[in-house]
């Protein structure tokens, strides 16, 4: 049987994969730099089967508005260009039958605002997240009391504690916000 300090343990780890996912679904946002973590997402259709770019091609970045994909397999350039033309990324890749380059001219200001609503959903869905885990530990408490495995001291206390917890990661959850923003919107 699990005691209010192993709930509390366990859904502050839930918390912190939370902040771990915020952190990665933030570096796949395109910012004007060229990342790697752009691509991701995207998936290419490599012999009928959905394979990340970065699993089939070397990605180096030799300036900070230009990516060069190199695939290990050359038949598969154009399917990787094909992908890249099919996502939201907005860039049209060149292809020149060995590399692709993929230029990132730096964003419009109304490409950068709809970047930072991107991100705030992002953060929105992170902090419901957090909500959700710690929905979850006072229901778990909850479930303590009634089998009348700790007091109702222990559980008001336990839950404080879990509240402390909720604020702290929400807070770092808007700290990120901030920076993403700041980055999206620089020039």
């Known amino acids: 049987m699990s005691t209010a300090d192993d709930i509390i343990a366990s859904h502050e780890t839930q918390m912190d994969r939370t902040l771990e996912n915020l952190g990665h679904e933030f570096s796949s946002v395109r910012t004007g730099r060229a990342s790697a973590a752009t691509l991701e997402r995207i998936n290419v259709d490599y012999y009928g089967t959905p394979t990340p770019i970065t699993q089939l091609a070397g990605i180096k970045s030799p300036d900070a508005h230009l990516l060069v994909i190199e695939p290990w397999d050359k038949s598969v350039l154009k399917a990787i260009e094909k992908a890249i033309l099919g996502s939201d990324l907005g860039i049209t890749p060149?292809?020149?039958?060995?590399?692709?380059?993929?230029?990132?001219?730096?964003?419009?200001e109304?490409?950068?605002?709809?970047?930072?609503?991107?991100?705030?959903?992002?953060?929105?869905?992170?902090?419901?997240?957090?909500?959700?885990v710690r929905r979850d530990a006072n229901t778990r408490l909850e479930k303590l009391i009634a089998d009348e495995s700790l007091s109702e001291d222990d559980e008001h206390r336990a839950k404080e504690k879990i509240q402390k917890l909720t604020d702290a990661h929400v807070e770092k959850v808007n700290e990120a916000l901030k920076l993403k923003e700041a980055e999206v919107m620089e020039v």
């Open 94 to 108: 060149s292809n020149d039958g060995h590399i692709i380059r993929l230029p990132f001219p730096p964003p419009t």
């Open 110 to 132: 109304e490409r950068r605002r709809e970047l930072v609503k991107q991100c705030r959903q992002i953060a929105e869905d992170a902090k419901v997240s957090i909500r959700s």
